[in-house]
């Protein structure tokens, strides 16, 4: 389609399949430790912080704040208008869980690091890539 920029879809897995088919129903999903809660990204077999393995995915928010962000003025493939903005977002259930993504909706100059973002997918063949916008209502 020709309003999607072309993007690099991942091999989907067992181990991935949540994150990355979670936003046909609108949900961003990590892995998340039952014992400790902790969420757990990119997804592993045993939690890092109690060891755990019992593992299941479980949906957040989607509400995030851009930590930093970069501008790609160079187009090393067919990609989305150039500049367009890579950013590492922090997702507001957990401190230390962040995602490396877009932002979209919004002109690359007007990013900025502090800026509360809401997630949106983009659906590519069985994936829905999680991207970020912002977000009009802060709380």
Known sequence: MADKPF?????????NRHFWQGGEHGELRFLRCEPCRSFIHPPQPVCPDCLGKQLAPAAVSGRATVLTF?????P??????????????????QRGLRLMTNIVHCPAERVSIGMPVQVVFEKHEDV?????EPREDPA
Not at 7 to 15: A, E, K, M
Not at 70 to 74: A, G, S, V
Not at 76 to 93: L, N, Q, R, T
């Open 7 to 15: 993007r690099l879809l991942p091999r989907l897995s067992d181990r």
């Open 76 to 93: 090393w493939v067919p990609s989305p208008d150039h500049p367009y903005c890579i950013a590492i977002v922090e997702i507001e259930e």
């Open 70 to 74: 970069t501008l790609n003025h160079q």
């Open 128 to 132: 829905w890539i999680p991207l970020f």
